[in-house]
Structures are given as C-alpha cells and as structure tokens.
C-alpha cells in the first residue's frame, strides 16, 4: 500500500499543468523504515486522457509498490544513476508474471531501462533485447 506523503503543483514548459506526487510505503514495522518516490500526474495528458491518480490528496492510500532496481547508466546534471525506484500501481500482486509486467511498464513510464537479470518471470531468467549476431562464414552482400 502506498501513501501519499505530499503533493505539488507544477507547470511544464508548454504551460500545462501537473501535480507531482510523492508516496511512501513503509517497509517495516518494528522500526520507521520506510521507501519514497514520485510520479508526475497530469489532470489530462497531451492524449486528452484523465488520470484517476490526479485527484489524490496527501494522506491518501492507493494499492501499489515502491520497487527498487539497477537500471541502465543515466547521466543526469550532477551524477550517473545505476538504481531507481519508481511506483507501481498495480491491485493484485499474486500473480508473479503480471507484477513483472507491471514494473516494466513503471520503469519506462519513468525514462529508464532495466539492466538485464534484474526481472525474472516466473523461475525463467527475462533476457532483454537479444543482440543479433552474423556469423563470421557469412558474406554479406
């Protein structure tokens, strides 16, 4: 479960507005532990679609995650990330294959691309992106 630990209201460059919304989910209950991220919402996107996670007010709940994982190097001003946690939103997490695909999406609605061997469906290792090979007696014409 996570929960709304604050809300602001912003503008992109092309004067649309958008609220960022940061969650927390705690991870333990012996000692306050917890995990936070933030996601941009927009009332209605450039697509016209409205976001039913626009309307939500600190203090609120929503089912999902914070997930945590290494990602592809990104250069950002300051630093080279190789780990991000993004939100998931996702009901039902009993089903090992639809969380896998839930995250995925997380991850690319956020910018970033999962290093390989960091999701697995099932006990089946997920392998990215195969890299196509020619073999050394081909000729290329």
């Known amino acids: ?20 919304i940061q969650f927390f989910q705690e991870i333990s209950n012996f000692a306050w532990q917890f995990k936070t991220a933030s996601v ?23 089912e999902g995650e914070i997930v945590r994982l290494k990602i592809e190097p990104v250069i950002t001003d300051s630093e080279i990330m190789t780990s991000a946690s993004v939100c998931v939103f996702i009901e039902d997490f009993t089903d090992p294959i639809q969380r896998e695909i839930e995250i995925e ?19 089946t290792e997920y ?15």
């Not at 479960?1 to 960022?20: A, I, P, R, S, W």
């Not at 392998?127 to 014409?141: A, G, M, S, T």
């Open 105 to 123: 999406k997380a991850f690319k609605r956020d910018g970033y691309v999962i290093s390989a061997g960091q999701l697995k469906f099932g006990d």
């Open 40 to 62: 941009n919402i927009y009332g209605v996107d450039y697509l016209e679609r409205q976001d039913k996670l626009y309307t939500l007010d600190e203090g609120d709940s929503i």
């Open 1 to 20: 479960m996570l929960e709304v630990l604050k809300v602001q209201e912003k503008q992109d460059k092309n004067g649309k507005q958008y609220k960022q």
């Open 127 to 141: 392998e990215f992106e195969k890299v196509f090979e020619i073999p050394d007696n081909c000729l290329i014409i």
